[in-house]
């Protein structure tokens, strides 16, 4: 391939950076690592002085380019999470943010512990992070006493701008690994660099909080810093394959971002063994005590030792974050695989990752990444000391053995496998470069000429590509899903309007107790959410939401912010209490499926049931007083047939409950009808072009249901509202 002179000047600054920035070198190809390295244990060898080859920059000059590389990587990628702006999947709060603000501002902030913390599935690792960054930049805006509403403007943005400079590192990574493996006069890792900028996929999901997200940099960083020259092909080496020294360092910073990835999420094992796998075949293959031998020892030797050093530190943190001492990756194979509780969130066919995942993923990159994956696996044994044979079969074949291993699990989701697709793009890197470039030199290998100019070629097919990647990210991030996250802005506002006296961050979560971590969550979010549970003395803030949406339709206190803002929503917590294949299991109906449940009525009948059985349940005779009391302050509350539970200043719902609300509270004969809700709509925004959820199919809407006083409509025209809605019961 015939590079231009910026590949070429800013390949080369790879090693200057490996000096100065904490980034190893690597062997150029074509160089054995014995003929440059004792085995390990040993002094390196003096190098004779070399000649700087033409046009290549001076080292302080390509360290000043790489350097811009990440700064403008960073830029993007805050950009990026600037742009992002809607809903995705709730593991992205409720595996992550939630914990997290749990962890900085303490069990009664108001944080939504889902049952997975309860139970100790998930490590402290990855929310500890995001908490260490909410508690360092609230405690300075608490001291430089900022205003409140803009501490939760900035408490909001927070966890997009962090994980921006995770994502940032991805794209680094993958190129520097893209960089190591085909050399710096190929263009494959610029190729590979602008895939992974331009991809829909990373766009999408990069800067989300998802663990997932984390395990990608992770994987990445790790594959970047690997020994990949133990696996040049064995033929070409003068000498049994060694790790030089000061490779150690290098190595040990692999095993541990690795092991923290393994923690994070189990199934990156999987790639881990194939790479341990195939390293040590390379070192063991002699068959002798050898210095290959030794080496191999060194490998098992760190390995044993990082894995341990990571898992006590993992251990250290759950013990203090749990209160006891737990092992998050037994109890989530327990739960997820023995129990098979993951069945409970979905089953996919067993070509989910073939058919529908890897094309996600890569998207336009698809026809690329598939002939890169199969060239790395049918390759013949590699006759060159290059690093790009072996470590692209590796790559190749860890990429498919997740694959296939995770298309025999029956929950399957595209994240999943998340972190192939930095491998992807190397992979299919040298094959986009070729097709798309002119002249088109075999993918593989650098070009022999070091001062030809790259021409583009098939341009149009390119902007084609390009411009279908583009409005696929746009679309995805700016518009598709978005209301799940303007509706918790729009509430924060209403919140900050309407009691400007309630915004303190430390305060103790209305409705929560002083109990324990698990009683106090139940008794925020389940139905024995009523004001029976409010602290003394605060009582005069109302239920200020009801989420009557699927389950986790919408991000929770890392949106909502204010401890005092109470909100209510339904759960879908999953039968931990009954056995695998049991019919116990099978017909059971969360609180979110007991509201969405098909009624006799047909369509337009589901709901009006739940709502008057389990929310707002009718109370007998005896308890009917306090069930007024109970009322959130409605004078209808005190009528014949009064009912338990709070009734919110605002529901929250797609638009398709509308007619199932009026039917309850407003229809004739309406069992909600004494608890003097008049329903207006406060809010609603689009979202999305399309849904395959027809429970959140059209718009998210608010609405206001009148039994709490708003200073901003006037009192009389509240007052007639209901008087009008009185004068029309029956």
Known sequence: MDPDTAPTGLGSAVDSLASAGGLRERHKPGSSSADRHDAAGSEPAPEPKATKPPGELHAQVAAAQIKDILSVLLMFRFINALCVRTFFQPDEYFQALEP?????????????????????????????????????????????????????????????ALQAVFAALADFFTWKLAMDVYGRASHAPWAALWMTVLSPWQWFCSTRTFS?????????????????????????????????????????????????????RPTNLLIWLVVLGRTLSALTSPGRWSPTMAAA????????????????????????YFGFWAFPPYKWLYFNISQSLAVFYGHMPWHYYLSQGVPLLTTTFLPFALVGLYKATASSRPRTSSLQPGTLATLATAALTMILTLSLISHKEVRFIYPLLPILHILAAPYIASFFTQPAAPPTAPSSSQNRNTVLRRTVTLANLLSINLLLAGYLSLY???????????????????????LDLGATALGSTSSSSTTTINNKWTNDSSSNNNPEGQAGLELFALFLTP????????HLVYPSLRARALTCEPPLHTAPGSRERAEYLDEADRFYLREAEGEAGYGVGFLGEEMWPLLSGSNANAGADAGAGSAAGARAGARAGEVPRYIVGFEGIEPVLKRFFEGPGGAGQSMGVTLRRAWSAWNGAFSDDWRRAGRLVVWDTGVHADPRRDGTEQ????KAKTAGDP
């Open 480 to 502: 598709h899903q978005s209301a799940p996250l303007s509706v918790l802005a729009f509430l924060r506002s209403e919140f900050e309007r309407l009691h400007p006296d309630a």
């Open 100 to 160: 997290a603000w749990d962890m900085a501002f303490g069990s009664n902030s108001g944080a939504w512990l889902t049952w997975e913390w309860h139970h100790q599935l998930r490590s402290s690792l990855h929310p500890a992070v995001f908490a260490a960054a909410y508690k360092a930049v609230d405690g300075a805006m608490a001291a430089m006493s900022l205003y409140p509403p803009f501490r939760a403007f900035i408490l909001v943005a927070l966890p997009g």
């Open 719 to 722: 007052e007639e509202e209901k």
């Open 212 to 264: 997932n997200s984390l395990e990608t940099t992770l994987t990445i960083a790790a594959l970047c810093y690997w020994p990949w020259e133990v696996l040049s092909g064995a033929e070409a080496r003068k000498g049994p394959t060694q790790l030089p020294k000061n490779r150690v360092n290098s190595l040990r910073i692999s095993l541990v971002l690795a092991a923290v990835a393994v923690l994070l």
């Open 297 to 320: 020892i060194l490998l098992l030797r760190e390995i044993v030792l990082c894995g341990l050093s990571v898992l006590a530190a993992s251990m250290v943190s759950d013990r203090l």
């Open 551 to 558: 389950c986790h339709s919408t991000p929770w206190r890392s």
